[in-house]
T-cell receptor, first 111, second 112 residues
């Protein structure tokens, strides 16, 4: 049973528009959430994170929102650029400081 | 920058072969991890290690074992490879208290 789900396997967005990637989790004990980005033939790289005591964290064009009551987090990319085309994984931290990853969403930003 | 190096980019093995995947990190990280990535399933944890000679099972350890004789090196072993172990294998490391993982580039293993 997947505790972290990314229900959209892919997303296509026009350059300059907003990209919104979504992630749902089931375990209320998760206390820290992260987003990773993965290009083909490379390992995932850390993008942005948020603690469960916050509801928003911003870093340049990237903003992560956390809705604890809905057990939902989202990553907003504004404006989207072709170089943002990659697979995005959300991850949640739980007991023992371990991460559980979602299935990933492939983002395609069209010029 | 942290560097996590996986020895092979691509590997092709036959069913029943013993397979070794090697991973080396250069930042003196205490924790090291092996994940596999499959479409739609994301990254699933196979094994991890908090310190030299220590290992813990992850979510899907069946069919795998690991070795950590030195702090910088973490090996994943497939004792008898099977076709359902065809996958992308990712090694990662982090400090003992950090949340952020640093990943290698991955090894695409095909078992025929």
């Amino acid at each position: 049973d997947q505790q972290v789900k990314q229900n959209s396997p892919s997303l296509s967005v026009q350059e300059g528009r907003i990209s919104i990637l979504n992630c749902d989790y089931t375990n209320s004990m998760f206390d820290y959430f992260l987003w990773y980005k993965k290009y083909p033939a490379e390992g995932p790289t850390f993008l942005i994170s948020i603690s469960s005591i916050k509801d928003k964290n911003e870093d340049g064009r990237f903003t992560v929102f956390l809705n604890k009551s809905a057990k939902h987090l989202s990553l907003h990319i504004v404006p989207s650029q072709p170089g943002d085309s990659a697979v995005y994984f959300c991850a949640s931290r739980h007991a023992g400081n371990m991460l559980t990853f979602g299935g990933g969403t492939r983002l395609m930003v069209k010029p | 920058d942290v560097k996590v190096t996986q020895s092979s980019r691509y590997l092709v093995k036959r069913t029943g072969e013993k397979v070794f995947l090697e991973c080396v990190q250069d930042m003196d990280h205490e924790n090291m991890f092996w994940y596999r990535q499959d479409p739609g399933l994301g990254l699933r944890l196979i094994y991890f290690s908090y310190d030299v000679k220590m290992k813990e099972k992850g979510d899907i350890p069946e069919g795998y074992s690991v070795s950590r004789e030195k702090k910088e090196r973490f090996s994943l072993i497939l004792e008898s490879a099977s076709t359902n172990q065809t996958s992308m294998y990712l090694c990662a490391s982090r400090t003992g208290v950090g949340e952020k993982l640093f990943f290698g580039s991955g090894t695409q293993l095909s078992v025929l």
